[in-house]
Every structure is written in structure tokens, then in C-alpha cells.
């Protein structure tokens, strides 16, 4: 099983990015995708998470400006990240499990991990 996380960059505060996940050897609309990014000296953190049932949650911080999505045709997940601002930089993984509302941030929900992208957002 591999997870392929792609899209990350250097941005200015205020833009956008669109992160991938591409999925081999698993089907992603049998698991809940999310999106975690851990920033350095930080733990690790939750940011999104979509269900095989296309529920999402967000945390707080990304509830008004990321969207997270799936194609399951293209066994992929997304992150839309808008209005990017300094305290998002740093890298962003993708993980598939079966979280519930309760276990959704925590990382020890998740099966598989992807290699992680890193988002720098600087002027």
C-alpha cells in the first residue's frame, strides 16, 4: 500500500494550493481520508478528514478556508487550501483509516501514511 502526497510549495500569505493523494494498492472510498501537517517543534495535527460516506470534518483553523474532497474514480483525495497564511506552513501528510467523531485527530486512527508535502507559506 502507498500513498502519494503531492502539491505542496512555496506560496505568498493569501494564496491557494490544491494538495493530491493518490492511493496504490488500496481503495480509497473503502477509508476515511485525512489530511494531517505537523510544523516544526509541533505535533502533529489533524486538519481534515473526508469518510467513504463524503462526511467531512475540520479542525477549527481550516473549517472556513480548506475543503477536502475525493474522486474515487481517480483514487485520490484533495486538500483546497485557501487564503494560506505563515502558521500553515509546514508538512502536510495524508492517512487513511476509519476514524469516528471522537478519534479523527488522533494519528493512531489511521492505517497508512503517506510521505508528506511541504507547504511554506512566506513572503
Known amino acids: 500500500v502507498q500513498l502519494q502526497a503531492s502539491g505542496g510549495g512555496l506560496v505568498q500569505p493569501g494564496s491557494s494550493l490544491r494538495l493530491s493523494c493518490v492511493a496504490s494498492?488500496?481503495?480509497?472510498?473503502?477509508?476515511?481520508v485525512a489530511w494531517f501537517r505537523q510544523a516544526p517543534g509541533k505535533e502533529r495535527e489533524g486538519v481534515a478528514v473526508?469518510?467513504?460516506?463524503?462526511?467531512?470534518w475540520y479542525s477549527d483553523s481550516a473549517k472556513d478556508r480548506f475543503r477536502v474532497s475525493r474522486d474515487n474514480a481517480k483514487n485520490t483525495a484533495y486538500l483546497q487550501m485557501n487564503n494560506l497564511q505563515a502558521d500553515d506552513t509546514a508538512i502536510y501528510y495524508c492517512a487513511v483509516g476509519r476514524p469516528i467523531l471522537s478519534t479523527w485527530r488522533d494519528p493512531r486512527t489511521y492505517y497508512h501514511w503517506g510521505q508528506g508535502t511541504l507547504v511554506t507559506v512566506s513572503s
Open positions: 494498492e488500496l481503495t480509497l472510498n473503502s477509508y476515511a
Open positions: 473526508i469518510r467513504s460516506s463524503g462526511q467531512t
